[in-house]
Structures are given as structure tokens and as C-alpha cells.
């Protein structure tokens, strides 16, 4: 069963339609990318997926359940955003238990999760300090945490490693294909970046002005590109 589905999707803010006749299947435990140039409507379709975009048209399903009209909050899903949005004046811990304690979990089930995740994330030395005394990796690192003890079914990254220097990205994107081994879930990644699309997705989808060009494997799109765009993009031969 596919874990999400989005059936010809669309959006329009106003008279401009951003998103138009999206139509995928994500199958369960797959680690999809969305990749294509700035504008193309990559972050306005994992809005839309996690709720924070209406949907103008279309349906979206995640397992079986119909979301159109499902708060965020509802939907079994955790965003890891661009800009990590630590909240300052809490510690590591704090940061990765808020959202827990806003789902009223108890607080032994919070206290397991945070340690877990940080063990996995190998962070735990640093749950006493402030985001201000971490690195870039390592307040990338909470933020994957704060997703994590979510514990959800589907992750959505919205191009979580464009504000590390280049070593440190490159680092990271083997850490975020291990974490998703590891946890068994699937995951929708967008990014600019066809290097990154390329080593960290199952399945790739090229998006240009709003429109799927293609969906298929790294592989399939680097020797068998629907068109001229997605060549250049991805940098095949034509
Ligand atoms: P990407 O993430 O691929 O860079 P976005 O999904 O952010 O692209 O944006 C797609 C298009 O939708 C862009 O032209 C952008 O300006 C437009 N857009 C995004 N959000 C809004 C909004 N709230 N109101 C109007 N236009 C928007
Ligand atoms: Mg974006």
C-alpha cells in the first residue's frame, strides 16, 4: 500500500497555479527526493502534504486516511525544516521534549524517547546546553531529533542541510540515508541539490514550474531522462 498518495494535487495562490496535477504514489519505507530549481513548488508540495498548505484541488491520502482536511498536528508526520528553529532559550533536551509535552505524553515515555534519539544521534553529552553552544551539524542534529521522538510514519525534510558548509553536508547526508535505514520509515526529501538527490533517493521526482517531469531511480533518470530538462538538470547526456 502506498504510505502517501497524492492524487492529481494542485495549488494556486490566487491566479498563479504553483503546483499542478501532482500525482504520486510513495510507497512505504521509500526514501523519495524532490528535486528541482528554486521556485518550482518542491517546499509548497511538503506543505501542502504536512498541512500547512491547503490543498486547492486533488486528494491526499497518508495510509488509507483522506488528509485534505486533517490539522498538522493530526497527521502522523514530522517536518525537519530548513532553518533549524531551535527554540533559544531551551536546552537540547527541552528542544527535543517540547513537542512531546504539547502531545501531553508522559513524562517517562518523553524522557525514553529524547534519550533514545540522542543516543542514536549521538548527542547525548550535549542535552544540558543551549543552541548557542552548538555547531551547525550539531543543531542539525536536534533538529532530526525533535522529529524523531515523534516517532512518526512519514518524515518530511525540506532541504535540511543548505545552511552546512559543503564537508559537513556531505557528512550528514549519510547520516540522514542511515537514520532512515535504521528507523524503517519513509521519507520525502527536497533539495536544489541533483548530487544530493541522486546519492540519497530511492526515487527521485524532477519537478519544473509546478509539473512532475519525471519520477523514476537515480539510475533510470541518469541513462533514460524523459526530456531535455531533466537532462541538463541532472547533468546526463541527452
Ligand atoms: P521551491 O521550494 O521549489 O523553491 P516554492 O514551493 O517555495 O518553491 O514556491 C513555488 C512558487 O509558489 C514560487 O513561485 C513562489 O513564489 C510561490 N509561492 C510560494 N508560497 C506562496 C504564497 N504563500 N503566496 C504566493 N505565492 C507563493
Ligand atoms: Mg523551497
Same mark, same amino acid.
Given at each position: 500500500m502506498a504510505q502517501v498518495r497524492l492524487n492529481h494535487v494542485y495549488k494556486r495562490f490566487g491566479d498563479v497555479?504553483?503546483?499542478? +496535477?501532482?500525482h504520486l504514489d510513495i510507497q512505504d519505507k521509500e526514501f523519495l527526493v524532490l528535486v528541482g530549481? #528554486?521556485?518550482?513548488g518542491k517546499s509548497t508540495t511538503l506543505r501542502m502534504i504536512a498541512g500547512l498548505e491547503e490543498i486547492s484541488e486533488g486528494e491526499l491520502y497518508i495510509g488509507d486516511r $483522506?488528509?485534505? +482536511?486533517?490539522?498538522p498536528k493530526d497527521r502522523d508526520i514530522a517536518m525537519v525544516f530548513? #532553518?533549524?528553529? $531551535?527554540?533559544?532559550?531551551?536546552n537540547v533536551y527541552q528542544n527535543m521534549a517540547f513537542g512531546l509535552k504539547l502531545r501531553k505524553f508522559k513524562k517517562e515515555e518523553i524522557d525514553k524517547r529524547v534519550r533514545e534519539a540522542a543516543r542514536i544521534l549521538d548527542i547525548e553529552h550535549l $542535552? +544540558?546546553?543551549?543552541?548557542?553552544? $552548538? #555547531?551547525g551539524g550539531q543543531r542539525q542534529r536536534v533538529a532530526l531529533g525533535r522529529a524523531i521522538?515523534?516517532?512518526?510514519?512519514v518524515f518530511l525534510m525540506d532541504e535540511p542541510l543548505s545552511n552546512l558548509d559543503a564537508k559537513l553536508r556531505v557528512q550528514m547526508r549519510t547520516e540522514i540515508s542511515k537514520l532512515h535505514q535504521r528507523l524503517e520509515t519513509t521519507v520525502i526529501y527536497v533539495t536544489h541539490d541533483q548530487t544530493e538527490a541522486m546519492t540519497m533517493g530511492d526515487r527521485i521526482v524532477v519537478m519544473k514550474d509546478g509539473v512532475i517531469q519525471q519520477a523514476a531511480t537515480p539510475s533510470e533518470i541518469y541513462s533514460n531522462p524523459a526530456n531535455m530538462f531533466v537532462a541538463g538538470f541532472i547533468g546526463s547526456p541527452a
Open positions: 497555479t504553483v503546483v499542478k +496535477d501532482f530549481p #528554486s521556485g518550482c $483522506l488528509v485534505n +482536511d486533517v490539522p530548513q #532553518s533549524y528553529a $531551535l527554540y533559544p532559550h531551551m $542535552l +544540558d546546553r543551549k543552541p548557542k553552544a $552548538l #555547531s521522538v515523534r516517532e512518526p510514519q
